[in-house]
């Protein structure tokens, strides 16, 4: 784990925002962004969640209350926490903030509105998350054989997605129960439709009377880079669609939006 701590504090027993970062498939701290969020007045941290030690070699039924414990942490020190996941780690990021009453908002890149298989080294499928002990409900993944190389996984979602609307339905994450949200995606994601989950993210919402702040970018693919941030090149071998030039540009809209929300600034006129 890394804590950051901001640059400038009232010296109050609660003060400001406390950020949680969670970082998407690799499950690695996400230091880079903590940091970010730090020097622009957070109390920020980031977690490994899968892969040290005590914990799941792998993504798969990984508890929700090791977050659930890093938000309540935060809530002792800050006014408001707000937490921010990328791809499985948005996944994350949406579920704690739907079954957790000290998120204040959650900002969601590279979102998935509902819950995806995590694989075991066997090859058998359980939900990517557990809570109070019990794997979540999950859409498993069809046979598929990726055609390209570098393997491009999107087109596995959208079938496994289209072939059993009843997990669907089971799996989907109620993020009518979050207080604020962003969700952040670009259309040219390779890695899984990520534009299209942010997209039905906000109809569920919508559906309950509830605003979402939607930020797309048709070039940009599954990873926004928010300003000041270096792009990360490392990870498993995938095409993950975009280009550097459109992901900083998808980044710097999201940015926008986040120091609005953590500013409480009004919404530009349109």
């Known amino acids: 784990m890394v804590r950051f701590h901001p640059d400038r504090r009232t010296g109050r027993e609660h003060d400001g925002w406390g950020v949680l970062t969670v970082a998407g498939s690799s499950g690695r701290v996400d230091t880079g962004r ?38 309540a942490a935060l809530r002792r020190e800050c006014d408001r926490v707000l937490v921010a996941g990328t791809s499985f780690g948005a996944e994350a ?65 959208e079938l496994s997605r289209s072939a059993d609307p009843e997990a669907v339905a089971a799996a989907a994450i109620p993020v009518e129960r979050i207080r604020a949200l962003i969700v952040v995606a670009g259309r040219d994601d390779r890695v899984w439709p990520s534009a299209t989950h942010a ?21 940009a693919g599954h990873r926004a880079v928010l300003p000041g941030e270096p792009r990360v090149t490392a990870g498993a071998r995938m095409a993950r669609g975009g280009s550097e030039a459109a992901d900083r540009r998808l980044g710097a809209a999201a940015w926008d939006q986040i120091r609005r929300l953590m500013t409480g600034a009004p919404e530009p006129e349109q």
């Not at 999950?138 to 596995?156: A, G």
């Open 93 to 157: 990021a949406l579920l704690t903030g739907a079954h957790t009453a000290g998120v204040d908002a959650v900002v969601a890149f590279a979102p998935s509105d509902v819950v995806w298989a995590g694989v075991r080294p066997d090859g058998t499928q359980t939900s990517h998350w557990t809570r109070a002990g019990h794997p979540l409900p999950f859409v498993p993944f069809v046979p598929w054989t990726p055609p390209d190389d570098p393997p491009s996984y999107r087109r596995l979602y």
């Open 34 to 71: 903590a940091r970010l969020f730090a020097r622009h007045g957070a109390l920020a941290e980031s977690i490994r969640w899968f892969g040290g030690p005590g914990q799941n070699p792998g993504p798969w039924e990984i508890p929700l209350e090791q977050f659930r414990t890093r938000v």
């Open 199 to 219: 997209e039905a993210i906000a109809d569920r919402r919508r559906r309950h009377g509830l605003p979402t702040t939607v930020v797309l970018d048709p070039g």
